[in-house]
């Protein structure tokens, strides 16, 4: 086993999941460092040792932390790096780094596709930054940032092709709280996270319609095996999908009150349009960003997922809620 005490870890990010991280990596580490976007939010965690804006009841050591706004002192700083901002700002966040990536081995925690580019934030590191699979590990499972606040036992699964690697970023956040498993499926882990969020949204737009629990439970079913279908298609290995990282993803976003693609979804059920959710909410849904990106990516696989294509139909071809969902109902079983 790798010493933990030996590990230069970084974290990218300061929304509510890269603070939830934070809370973890503070349970383990001696030290670690932390790119924040912003000097005030430094300087609010060093002085008053929370997060001005998200998770603001979680406190910090400030000892324990290295905190900085830019991005090439936090990686030339670590060698494990943790990648937690939303898909649509990777993009930004990542270019202003002029460090190599080439030693590192980074950890996503994205659920969520890279605008334009059209791939998970595995792929686009692979192709952009020149790193290897074998660089890369990915950290989901069900596990809302707010619950891990609260210290509520929560279950995280960490893949990586390398089984040490995997087990060294599963001891950054395992603590009485957090129970780890590893797994060697980067793609499924990731790309199923991904998926979850658009059942999310589903979910929500058929609760704001007025759709009851009996709905919904058969909408989740034939979500995991629309999921299922696609990973199949997509990259074939042995998985299985009832493991938390994918059935347990989903259920816990599409079921609970914090799940910020379910919120939006459920707006959009009540008849608010999407830019108006959006400015609504002050948190990122990924589920719409990535709605976009997967039925694009479902195109050129050729595959059918109608419950994809309801939410694309609704969310970017400005179809009736109501007449769409009635149509995928009329689908399932
Ligand atoms: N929340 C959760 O429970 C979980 C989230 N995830 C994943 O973690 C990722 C991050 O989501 P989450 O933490 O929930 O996000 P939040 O919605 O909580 O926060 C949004 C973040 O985006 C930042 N941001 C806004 N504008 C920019 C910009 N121009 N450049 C860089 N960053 C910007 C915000 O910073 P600021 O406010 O300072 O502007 C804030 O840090 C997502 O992919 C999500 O799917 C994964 C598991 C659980
Ligand atoms: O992925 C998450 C929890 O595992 C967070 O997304 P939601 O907030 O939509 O549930």
Redesign the pocket.
């Known amino acids: 086993m790798i010493e933990l005490s030996n590990r230069k870890v970084g974290l990218i990010?300061?929304?509510?999941?890269?603070?939830?991280i934070a809370k973890m990596l503070s349970k383990n580490l001696e030290t670690f460092n932390w790119w924040?976007?912003?000097e005030y939010?430094k300087e609010s965690i060093e002085q008053n040792h929370h997060n001005p804006?998200?998770l603001t009841d979680v406190e910090f050591n400030p000892e324990k932390l290295k905190i900085s706004t830019n991005i090439n002192e936090v990686v030339s700083n670590s060698d494990i790096i943790f990648l937690?901002?939303?898909?649509?700002?990777?993009e930004?966040?990542l270019s202003k780094l002029t460090i190599s990536l080439k030693d590192k081995f980074v950890v996503t925690?994205?659920?969520?596709i890279i605008p334009n580019h059209y791939k998970a934030?595995g792929q686009y590191l692979v192709d952009e930054f020149n790193i290897k699979d074998e660089q890369l590990g990915v950290?989901?499972?069900p596990?809302?940032?707010?619950?891990?606040a609260l210290e509520r036992l929560s279950y995280l699964t960490i893949a990586a092709l390398d089984e040490l690697k995997a087990k060294t970023v599963a001891d950054c956040l395992a603590c009485n709280f957090i129970n780890t498993k590893i797994s060697n499926d980067i793609f499924g882990t990731e790309y199923g996270?991904i998926l979850k969020?658009i059942y999310a949204v589903a979910a929500g737009i058929a609760h704001g319609l007025g759709y009851g629990d009996n709905f919904h439970a058969v909408l989740m079913s034939n979500a995991i095996r629309e999921m299922n279908d696609i990973l199949k298609q997509v990259n074939k290995t042995k998985r299985q999908i009832n493991d938390s990282a994918y059935l347990g993803d989903l259920l816990v976003t599409g079921y609970s009150n914090?799940s910020?693609n379910r919120t939006f979804g459920n707006m959009i059920g009540k008849g608010y349009s999407v830019q108006s959710v959006i400015m609504e909410?002050?948190?990122?849904?990924?589920g719409y960003y990535a709605t976009k990106g997967v039925a694009i990516l479902n195109e050129g696989y050729k595959i059918k997922a109608p419950i994809i294509h309801a939410v694309y139909s609704i969310l970017y071809e400005g179809k009736n809620a109501g007449k769409t969902m009635k149509e995928l109902s009329m689908k399932l079983d």
């Open positions: 990010g300061n929304g509510s999941w890269a603070t939830a924040v976007k912003d939010v804006n998200y937690v901002v939303p898909s649509i700002y990777v930004s966040c925690s994205i659920k969520g934030v950290v989901s499972g596990c809302h940032a707010e619950e891990v996270a969020n914090f910020r909410m002050n948190m990122v849904a990924e």
